[in-house]
């Protein structure tokens, strides 16, 4: 941020201090590798799956730990100073660099680096992931388009795909598949009464107990919101895999510093019985779902959208 426009940016709302950046962001980036450099190129904040990567590596815990340490490339003063220059003017760098490790197998991670501008100097904020050298940067930025940030679970482009492929299989082996529809009751209360950082890591919750209640032959999505689809090829597994999801996602939740009651409504379909176009199919799990909120709500108005 330029001086003079210091006072002018701040009345527009228009900056994140580095505190609001790391506790809004980092929480709902934890599916890739978050750092927040200093102008020097030390680590000044890194968020879980970092830390994680730090402890398979041969990095000292008391060492104050620089970009340099992490990336092979860094290592080279002058590949450093263009990637950087690139990002002071560009704003933004993203390519593959060499993470240093004691294996015999070199490992690379995908990253992004941008600039934040602040009154005392630069800051860097980075992210990326684990990368396959046989992946292609089009197989890299393929697996980011079908994840959810949020979540980490495969999105809602992903879901039609899947759901594409689920129906050919279902109609070549003449062999049923079902498709659950899950809805956080009364979602919106959540965020209203916490907040909406407080809401998102309930739903990173509830995304990882859905996948946690998983067999083989299934697989979790997040449509949108508060809403998660299952793909389950085993139709006999529909009514097991929908109770054991009810229960674990039925009870009292530490949401925020409070303990709070939440309930889920799933709804079911079959393919082909319930349809035979993929709209069909989704549309038949979602009216299941309200019927089931319905259900449960006779006694007052549907709020849990």
């Not at 990336?71 to 933004?92: C, K, M, P, T, W």
């Not at 950082?197 to 996948?211: R, S």
């Not at 299934?218 to 689809?229: N, T």
């Amino acid at each position: 941020m330029y001086a003079g426009d210091s006072q002018k940016e701040r009345m527009a709302g228009c900056q994140f201090t580095k505190t609001e950046m790391m506790n809004g962001f980092l929480p709902i980036l934890d599916t890739f590798m978050a750092v927040l450099i200093g102008a020097q190129g030390e680590l000044l904040k890194y968020n879980e799956p970092f830390r994680q990567f730090l402890n398979k590596g041969p990095f000292l815990p008391y060492k104050q730990h620089f970009i340099e340490d992490i990336f092979y490339e860094l290592r080279d003063q002058q590949v450093s100073n263009a990637i950087f220059s690139a990002v002071d003017q560009h704003g933004q760098w993203a390519g593959r660099l060499q993470i240093i490790s004691g294996d015999t197998d070199k490992s690379t991670a995908y990253v992004q680096i941008a600039r934040i501008k602040e009154d005392k100097g630069p800051n860097y904020f980075l992210l990326g992931f684990e990368a396959d050298l046989k992946s292609s940067e089009e197989d890299i930025w393929k697996k980011l388009a079908y994840t959810d940030e949020l979540t980490g679970l495969s999105n809602w482009r992903k879901f039609r795909e899947q759901l594409s492929a689920a129906k050919r299989e279902s109609d070549f082996l003449q062999k049923p598949f079902g498709l659950l529809f899950i809805d956080i009751d009364h979602f919106k209360e959540i965020n209203d009464e916490y907040g909406h950082l407080a809401g998102d890591h309930f739903l990173k919750l509830c995304a990882d107990i859905i996948k946690e209640s998983l067999g083989e032959h299934m697989h979790a999505f997040r449509k949108s919101g508060d809403e998660f689809l299952v793909i389950i090829k085993e139709r006999t597994q529909i009514e097991h895999t929908s109770n054991l999801i009810r229960s674990r996602l039925t009870g009292e939740f530490l949401i925020g510093s409070s303990l709070k009651s939440v309930s889920v409504s799933i709804g079911a379909s079959i393919y082909p019985a319930c349809g035979h176009d993929e709209d069909s199919i989704i549309h038949q799990a979602d009216l299941s779902m309200y019927e089931e909120k319905m259900r449960r709500n006779k006694r007052g108005v549907r709020s849990g959208d």
